[in-house]
């Protein structure tokens, strides 16, 4: 998003935050998720295999691509998915990305159009997560490909589980009192997040320790940018871009938005990611890519 739609947006949902974000929990239905919650933690092998499930975490909507660098003609697409990914390995599991803030559900459909910019959540991750075996407190570690609002949605709702986050994005959201915040950056979103066990990384990083899981380091976008590399066993190699990439004219004409802090450092970071990608023989999922999303399988299905 550009610095101006990411600021009304985030004033939209300022607006959205204070009339409240969905139904309250009774309290048979606290200790009913409580004592869920309680058994997931308790049960630290959760599946024999690695696997992969997709959520839909929002949409954005915008009448102009200018912003991600590209010319209007360039591209029809004006619609952005928002996606989360949970990954279960034997040992443990990882939530990748967040999604837009959950306060957005509260407004029905599209928000009101701000500065030609909308957004919309359907269903929280906490809501799309409630038939399934894990919920936000029973994760091990949680990564967000950059600290960005539309990516760390549900920090503040997750509990329990170890951040994995590069250091120069820690230190971009937490600035010195009074020092400017990057484009989109809303530190509110993560202020509960930021008293749970953390773990600052500065490069890459194998979470599981058996190099099937990995944190890749790619800065640009925001001071510290990652990807995701996935080794599935029949599915095959997969990298989850983050926002290396918005649009896939973004890909095949390496073209950086205008709001990235530094263009070189995302210039070296697609070279970095494409040739891992290559050795890998890895697939390559644009995150935002709507028409990709609508080909997934989304959870309870998976990837094994
Ligand atoms: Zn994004």
Known sequence: MSKRAGIFISMLLGAVALTGCG?????????????????????????????????????????SVEAFGLSNDETDVRELVVPCYVIEHPKGTLLWDGGLPSATAALPGWSPEV????VRLDKTLAQQLSNMKFDLNSFDY????????????????????????????????????????????????LR???????????????????GRV??????????????LLIDLQEYGPLVLSGDLYHFRFNRTQRRVPLFNVDADQTL????????????EEAQFWIEHDLALFNTLKIAPDFYR
Not at 115 to 118: F, H, P
Not at 165 to 171: H, R
């Open 192 to 210: 509960e997040l930021k008293n749970s066990e953390t773990l600052k990384l500065n490069g890459d990083h194998d979470v599981f320790g058996d």
């Open 214 to 227: 990995r944190l890749i380091s790619a800065p640009g976008h925001t001071p510290g940018h990652q990807v």
């Open 23 to 63: 139904e309250p929990l009774t309290g048979q239905d606290e200790v009913a998720k409580k004592a869920v919650s309680a058994q997931a933690i308790n049960t630290p092998v959760v599946s024999d295999e690695l696997r992969l499930y997709v959520f839909n975490c929002g949409q954005i909507r915008m009448n």
């Open 142 to 189: 949680v990564a967000f490909s950059h600290i960005h609002f539309d990516h760390v949605g549900v920090a503040n709702e997750v509990k329990n589980a170890t951040w994995l986050v590069q250091e120069a994005d820690f230190d971009a959201a937490f600035l010195p009192e009074g020092a400017p915040l990057g484009p989109a950056v809303e530190p509110d979103l």
């Open 115 to 118: 500065q030609g910019n909308s």
């Open 268 to 279: 070296a970071s697609m070279d970095k990611v494409e040739s891992l990608v290559t050795e």
